[in-house]
């Protein structure tokens, strides 16, 4: 398959510290981004999106920038707090095939207080 | 508005057996994914629909199919259960497009012994 998670890279960060989580995608034509959080025992949670028209967009405490020169995508999270301990994922959409996501292997992160 | 629901929210099959997993987007939202979450694999596409119809198929053996109903509602069947299919089963709905995200239910977790 295209995701592979075999072992997941882990963030740990003091609370109150900004967290940069990052993500290289597979495809060059893709056109939309998305990063999802997901907790222990839920679904993935959307977070914020981005369009492969734009480099950066920012929501309420998150800024996600896309770099598609090198093919990347960091989801910046501003003063961390417990509650964003989870795993994160970045997905790519390549439209020719609808909705279909592919979901990078995600990355633990772990808010210290 | 609901979410999206996901039954039954925990399974447990034995192998050879055949299960049907249940999804209901969000009021709105054609376009209705599946996925296979494992710790091994990750996320992983397994299919979309979209009006009915199956736009789009992952990599997986036909023992895994699924449909949609006129309500949109969605359901995915895996027959021959074989041990490798215990996983975290997640449906995702998003609107025509989908720009504006998808949205994940909370899963069916799925065990076969």
């Known amino acids: 398959g295209e995701s592979v998670g075999l072992h997941l890279p882990t963030l740990s960060v003091q609370e109150g510290d900004n967290s940069i989580i990052n993500c290289a995608y597979s495809?060059?034509?893709?056109?939309?981004f998305i990063w999802y959080k997901q907790e222990s025992g839920k679904g993935p949670q959307f977070i914020i999106d981005i369009r492969s028209n734009m480099d950066k967009r920012q929501g309420q405490r998150v800024t996600v920038l896309l770099n598609k020169t090198v093919k990347h995508l960091s989801l910046q999270i501003a003063a961390t707090q417990p509650g964003d301990s989870a795993v994160y994922f970045c997905?790519?959409?390549?439209?020719?095939?609808?909705?279909?996501?592919?979901f990078g292997a995600g990355t633990i992160l772990r808010v210290k207080s | 508005k609901a979410g999206v629901t996901q039954t039954p929210r925990y399974l447990i099959k034995t192998r050879g057996q055949q299960v049907t997993l249940s999804c209901s987007p969000i009021s709105g939202h054609r376009s209705v994914s599946w996925y296979q979450q494992t710790p091994g694999q990750g996320l992983q596409f397994l299919f979309e629909y979209f009006s009915e119809t199956q736009r789009n198929k992952g990599n997986f053996p036909g023992r895994f199919s699924g449909r949609q109903f006129s309500n949109s509602r969605s359901e995915m069947n895996v027959s021959t259960l074989e041990l490798g299919d215990s996983a975290l089963y997640l449906c995702?709905?998003?609107?025509?497009?989908?720009?504006?995200?998808?949205?994940f239910g909370s899963g069916t977790r799925l065990t076969v012994v």
């Open positions: 995702a709905s998003s609107s025509v497009g989908g720009n504006g995200g998808y949205t």
């Open positions: 495809n060059s034509a893709s056109d939309y």
């Open positions: 997905a790519e959409r390549l439209q020719e095939y609808g909705n279909k996501l592919v």
